[in-house]
DNA sequence: GAGTTTGAAACT
DNA sequence: CAGTTTCAAACTC
């Protein structure tokens, strides 16, 4: 059945008569390794692989079908009902594009040693009960168990293409390349037209060095995402603290653990000090900040809060001291020509909004001071946490605000 | 998401 | 071997 063919080059069109003529190709077989792969998970390391999206190209689609029917259940004179589709059409490339790293022959072949020891037909023992294409695969193509590229693992040496590319457009440098796509230098075997895949190609390592770049921004913006959201957990989890000096349990320290500009009690500095050009003493404070920025626009606003009648006070002059930028922590997308990609004025007035209505409901309900300031920090964490998971997302929603 | 580009493999 | 066809993935907008 599947005894040794003849050569590659002559293809065995006899079999194609009763089983409508369609070739497990060494792209058949690439898919199914790296299927299997999925599927038995002896690799430490084995990153599922994205099933691939043929639908016209005869692929076998094992990772569809080994994931639901056991292999030993695959009964080999069910050959022809493995074929995803009954077109007549040769096999596709774009699953052999899956062997490129090539797979784990060992996973399968139950021997010892490295991949490209492994022998094909010692992988065609363990699947024997495999579907008669993959017999034939193994016939029309010893090679097909072969990676086309050594994993080189720690010795690096073999990391070349077994057959080499042949671009002609994309000048090795994209992924239409399967050396480029599997992170190598393109090699004299290779055919490709206009290569600049090779170790001193300028262009290949400005492409490199932007790849980079790339990736160190990518991990900034994490980390950064990371430590805002703790700090906003953290100040939201955090129990209400004593803002006069002899409300509050003295045995807690609400500004402890808490970075500068997030510290409960210099926020509340930040509203007084909003708020001190307009000292009526029979408003409240949040409501008198909430009619101040009714009528006010936010450049105007951001520019009155750093005017010269602004009284300095202690603790003010230790957050800025003489030199450094005179707007207030926290007000950056409130300074004129600050253009913030998420805090956009629309997120801010947004913001604005949800804490005004934090401190109209406050007032409504009676609440005491304490309450409702409270009520409106915490309103303003929420706010946050909508702007960070917006951020995330980074999608150009103008508002993430919903209130 | 739709449309285009690309190169491997099958085929002639 | 070269040229063509076919295809799904990579890429672009
Ligand atoms: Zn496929
Ligand atoms: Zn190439
Ligand atoms: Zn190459
Ligand atoms: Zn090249």
Not at 148 to 161: A, F, L, Q, T, Y
Not at 309 to 332: A, L, N, V
């Amino acid at each position: 059945m599947h005894g040794r063919n003849s050569a590659p080059s002559s293809p065995d069109r006899t079999m194609g008569q009763r089983k409508r003529r369609k070739t497990a190709s060494a792209a058949h077989v690439g898919h199914f390794f790296h299927s299997m792969r999925r599927i038995m998970p002896s690799e430490s390391t084995s990153r599922p692989r994205k099933p691939c999206n043929c639908t016209k190209s005869l692929c076998l689609k094992l990772a569809d079908i080994m994931l639901i029917t056991p292999i030993s259940q695959n009964a080999v004179s069910e050959g022809p009902s493995m074929m995803s589709r009954s077109g007549d059409r040769r096999p596709d490339r774009s699953c052999d594009r899956d062997v490129i790293e090539g797979p784990s022959l060992t996973a399968f072949s139950g021997t010892e040693g490295d991949a490209s020891s492994a022998s094909p037909h010692g992988i065609f023992n363990v699947f024997q009960l495999l579907s008669a294409d993959f017999q034939a695969c193994l016939d029309r193509n010893p090679e097909a168990f072969k990676p086309k590229i050594g994993k080189g693992k720690e010795g690096e040496s073999d990391r070349r293409h077994s057959k080499g590319c042949n671009c002609k457009r994309s000048g090795c440098l994209k992924n239409y390349c399967e050396c480029y796509e599997a992170k190598i230098m393109c090699s004299s075997i290779c055919k490709c037209i206009g290569c600049k895949n090779f170790e001193e190609s300028p262009e290949r390592k400005t492409l490199m060095h932007l790849a980079d770049a790339a990736e160190v921004r990518v991990q900034q913006q994490t980390a950064a995402k990371t430590k805002l959201s703790s700090q906003i957990s953290d100040l939201l989890t955090r129990p209400a603290p004593s803002l006069s000096s002899g409300g509050g349990n003295p045995a807690v320290r609400p500004n402890s653990g808490l970075p500068p500009h997030m510290r409960y009690q210099r926020t509340q500095d930040k509203l007084d000090n909003n708020f001190r050009g307009n000292p009526s003493p029979r408003k409240s404070r949040v409501r008198a900040v909430a009619e101040d920025q009714k009528r006010t626009s936010w450049n105007e606003y951001g520019r009155r809060r750093s005017g010269p009648e602004t009284p300095i006070r202690r603790d003010q002059q230790r957050d800025h001291p003489p030199g450094q930028h005179e707007s207030g922590p926290g007000s950056m997308c409130l300074q004129p020509g600050y253009r913030s990609t998420f805090v956009t004025k629309e997120v801010a007035e947004a913001t604005c909004a949800c804490l005004l209505a934090q401190a109209e409901e406050g007032e409504k309900l009676s609440k005491s001071k304490a309450a409702t300031e409270r009520m409106i920090l915490e309103e303003f964490g929420r706010c946050l946490m909508r702007v960070i998971n917006s951020a995330g997302k980074a999608k150009s929603d103008p508002c993430p605000m919903s209130c």
